[in-house]
Nanobody, 127 residues
């Protein structure tokens, strides 16, 4: 699976950040595949944001749940992260990633356990 991320590198405070991950080499509807978003703020640890499963169901980090929306477009083989009401604390490098859970283990919060990832998108929240 190859994932190509796209989205703006600069977002103003209070706006909505939108990032898209385009997948090639396989379908985002493949059974047991989970499609995740992570971020790493400058000088801080990597943080799991949420995922959308092959079924279309989503699950997000509780602390971000009120601001996060993860969706997909199966016709384009893409999935999208939207983060609303951003602040400078949302400044980070954002990654999309793919996890195959067909083996039953599904460590969705561990980026290193994912089978592939995007190139990373630096996002700066600043006026």
């Amino acid at each position: 699976q190859v994932q190509l991320q796209s989205g703006p590198g600069l977002v103003k405070p209070s706006q909505t950040l939108s990032l898209t991950c385009s997948v090639s080499g396989g379908s985002i509807s493949t059974n047991f595949y989970y499609w995740s978003w992570f971020r790493q703020p400058p000088g801080k640890d990597l943080e799991w944001i949420g995922y959308i499963a092959y079924t279309g169901s989503t699950y997000c980090r509780p602390s971000l749940k009120s601001r996060v929306s993860i969706s997909r477009d199966t016709s384009k083989n893409q999935f999208t992260l939207q983060l609303s009401s951003v602040t400078p604390e949302d400044t980070a490098v954002y990654y999309c990633a793919q996890l195959d859970c067909s083996g039953h283990a599904c460590p969705y919060q561990d980026l290193n356990a994912h089978n592939s990832r995007g190139q990373g998108t630096p996002v700066n929240v600043s006026s």
